[in-house]
């Protein structure tokens, strides 16, 4: 059973960054398309960027430009770069791969 756990997520003021990190007990990004996804109180949870096993990296028009999905070389954690943050990206951000999710990390910001 993989899991997947996510961290990094927090309260920062608009304009401001957050790094959030996904660590997975297999190798299981470097075989799989892995994605972020995020979800936000009473919307549907929404794909925010995906990156597949090749190092491709789409992301969704919201975040592009300001956000960077990466993995790390032994291909055990993904991340999320997240800059220049605006209120409109509060929401608990899951990481992905095949059907299996973490738990979440909630991301605020301020305005």
């Known amino acids: 059973q993989v899991q997947l756990v996510e961290s990094g997520g927090g309260l920062v003021q608009a304009g401001g960054s957050l790094t959030l990190t996904c660590v997975g007990s297999?190798?299981?990004?470097?075989?799989?398309?892995s994605a972020w996804y995020r979800q936000s109180s009473g919307k549907q949870r929404e794909l925010v960027a995906i990156?597949?096993?090749?190092?491709?990296?789409t992301y969704a028009d919201s975040v592009k430009g300001r956000f960077t999905i990466s993995r790390s070389s032994d291909k055990n954690s993904m991340y999320l770069q997240m800059t220049s943050l605006k209120p409109e990206d509060t929401a608990v951000y899951y990481c992905?791969?095949?059907?299996?999710w973490g738990q979440g990390t909630q991301v605020t910001v301020s305005s």
């Open positions: 297999a190798s299981i990004f470097k075989s799989y398309p």
């Open positions: 992905n791969s095949l059907t299996f």
């Open positions: 990156i597949t096993s090749s190092g491709t990296k």
